[in-house]
């Protein structure tokens, strides 16, 4: 690829976006420089649509665009030189990406719609999380379109007290199936090391964890509604919760180089 090094990448995120803390922790950890630049929600899409995409993350690096997080990961796992996040052993990639698509699939829409019912009406939080970083023009609009976003944001994730308890149901199962796999004592989900799969695990589950190092913006777990935080204790109190926990604890902030 050229002109990889001559700036550094820039990716685009929303701030309290789980795959883009999914994207960013893969880059912190490669050690692979970039740019955030970050975007409150419905504006996020001029930013990606300029670039080919139309979710965040969207990782922009020389000549190239990666429009989903796994591409990113990816892309980043080639640039380091491979055998980082994916091992390079066919099977246990392909057990690793297995479990990257589970997760993606699955644990980060369910987890997310779980949460923005919990939280949508928690305008002061939205607002807080939502522009952390983003433009003073786009911290400025979005007090404006917020109500709107909102909107938007029920009728795309469908959200309804039915969909939203199958939502909280569907992350307990996909806890406990993280559960089964680590009962033979195994510190991680494959090649007993850290890989795209632990990963992808923690950054998608963090939404319903609040774990300490969690770099998405978020509120703190003292601020959210009662029922919410009830939630969130017991699913911390699994074997996956505490996983999650400690890979963000000793994983987050550890970086080649
Ligand atoms: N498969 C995508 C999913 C990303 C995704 O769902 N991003 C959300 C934010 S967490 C988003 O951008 N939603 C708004 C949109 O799709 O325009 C990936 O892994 O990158």
């Known amino acids: 690829m050229n002109n990889d090094g001559a700036h550094p990448a820039v990716l685009i995120t929303m701030p309290h976006s789980h795959y883009s803390e999914k994207a960013r922790w893969a880059l912190d950890r490669l050690s692979l420089p970039y740019q955030?630049?970050?975007?409150?929600?419905?504006?996020?899409?001029?930013?990606?649509?300029?670039?080919?995409?139309?979710?965040?993350?969207?990782?922009?690096?020389?000549?190239?665009?990666?429009?989903?997080?796994t591409d990113i990961l990816m892309h980043a796992d080639?640039?380091?030189?491979?055998?980082?996040?994916?091992?390079?052993?066919t099977s246990l990639r392909q057990e690793v990406e297995a479990l990257e698509t589970r997760f993606d699939e699955e644990l980060g829409p369910h987890a997310r719609r779980w949460v923005y019912a919990?939280?949508?009406?928690?305008?002061?939080?939205?607002?807080?999380?939502?522009s952390r970083d983003v433009p003073p023009l786009e911290a400025a609009l979005l007090?404006?379109?917020?109500?709107?976003?909102?909107?938007?944001?029920?009728?795309?994730?469908?959200?309804?007290?039915?969909?939203?308890?199958?939502?909280?149901?569907?992350?307990?199962?996909?806890?406990?199936?993280?559960?089964?796999?680590?009962?033979?004592?195994?510190?991680?989900l494959v090649d007993g090391r850290f890989t795209a799969a632990d990963l992808t695990f923690a950054a998608l589950a963090a939404p319903v964890l609040f774990p300490t190092g969690y770099r998405a913006a978020y509120p703190a777990l003292d601020d959210v509604p009662v029922a919410m935080r009830n939630e969130v204790l017991r699913l911390r109190d699994t074997t996956a919760g505490r996983f999650a926990l400690r890979l963000y604890l000793q994983e987050r902030n550890r970086s080649r180089s």
């Open 36 to 69: 955030e630049q970050p975007h409150i929600p419905l504006l996020h899409r001029l930013a990606t649509k300029r670039n080919g995409g139309s979710s965040v993350p969207l990782l922009v690096h020389g000549r190239a665009r990666f429009i989903d997080s």
């Open 78 to 89: 080639r640039v380091g030189g491979g055998d980082l996040l994916y091992p390079r052993d």
């Open 118 to 130: 919990q939280l949508l009406a928690e305008r002061s939080l939205l607002r807080q999380a939502m």
């Open 143 to 188: 007090p404006v379109i917020l109500p709107t976003i909102v909107r938007i944001i029920r009728k795309a994730l469908r959200i309804t007290p039915e969909s939203t308890a199958r939502s909280l149901e569907r992350v307990g199962s996909l806890f406990k199936e993280v559960d089964d796999r680590l009962e033979d004592g195994r510190q991680f």
